[in-house]
């Protein structure tokens, strides 16, 4: 059974970088897309960046030359580096893994970005 541990979150000035990480345990069989999603305070969560497979990345508009997901030679955990972090970055982070027809969420991890 797959599973995801999602970690590295905290307080941050704007401006400023962080790295989360997801750890996943579990067999993955066959092609995937892994990605990030994150919800504010009383908003509905929303996509923020995916990666698949194969390498090829999509972002959202709001997080672009900003977000990447590295790619990890051990293939067992998911990055998400964030670069000039702002304040409206502020939001739980939600590692997510689809593969197939089945999805798996990590827990979440707080960022905070202070003014």
């Known amino acids: 059974q797959v599973q995801l541990v999602d970690s590295g979150g905290g307080l941050v000035q704007a401006g400023g970088s962080l790295r989360l990480s997801c750890a996943t345990s579990?067999?993955?069989?066959?092609?995937?897309?892994v990605g990030w999603y994150r919800q504010a305070p009383g908003k509905q969560r929303e996509w923020v960046i995916s990666?698949?497979?194969?390498?090829?990345?999509t972002y959202a508009d709001s997080v672009k030359g900003r977000f990447t997901i590295p790619r990890d030679t051990t293939k067992t955990t998911v990055y998400l580096q964030m670069n000039n972090l702002k304040p409206e970055d502020t939001a739980v982070y939600y590692c997510?893994?689809?593969?197939?027809?089945?999805?798996?969420w990590g827990q979440g991890t707080q960022v905070t970005v202070s003014a």
């Open positions: 997510n893994l689809r593969v197939g027809r089945d999805e798996h």
């Open positions: 579990g067999t993955i069989v066959g092609p995937f897309v």
């Open positions: 990666q698949t497979s194969h390498g090829y990345t």
